[in-house]
């Protein structure tokens, strides 16, 4: 496993692309590490688990209704529809190894957004990018 540092791999999100440094610093702050075992289950599809996770370090899966859809690496993220919206995972994250991820609660997030709003413009964007980029994909 490579051992990444939070701040690289936050700052390398696409997510996050239109942060300063000074709000990645602030995000940052906000997030804590954790750690799961192999076969952890991390989010529970329906569940009301409401963080972003970036993982630093290991390996997940993705699934939806059972489904494999794809396996999460290091600087891959998820939870962040749950995190903006507070709304219930749309799918399950399953450690397939040892894994480190940073988290980011959706009450940080929820601060961060009031007392900054150039923070929510920013990820707005990169948020409507990622969505474009899906449509494409599908178009």
């Known amino acids: 496993m490579t051992d990444t540092s939070a701040p690289d791999v936050l700052s390398g999100l696409s ?9 990645l610093k602030k995000l940052l702050a906000k997030t804590r590490e954790t750690s799961h075992q192999a076969g952890h289950v991390i989010a529970s599809e329906g569940a009301g688990a409401l963080a972003l996770h970036v993982v630093l370090e290991g390996e997940a899966e993705v699934s939806l209704r059972g489904e494999v859809l794809r396996t999460l690496t290091t600087g891959d993220h998820f939870g962040e529809i749950s995190m903006i919206d507070g709304k ?35 990820l707005l964007v990169a948020l409507c990018a990622r969505l474009r980029e899906a449509e494409n994909r599908q178009a």
Request: hydrophobic share 40%.
């Open 15 to 23: 997510i996050f692309a239109g942060l300063s440094s000074r709000q």
């Open 88 to 122: 219930p995972r749309s799918a399950t994250v399953t450690a397939t190894t040892d894994l480190r991820t940073l988290a980011l609660s959706h009450l940080d997030f929820n601060n961060l957004v009031d007392d900054d709003p150039t923070f929510a413009r920013a």
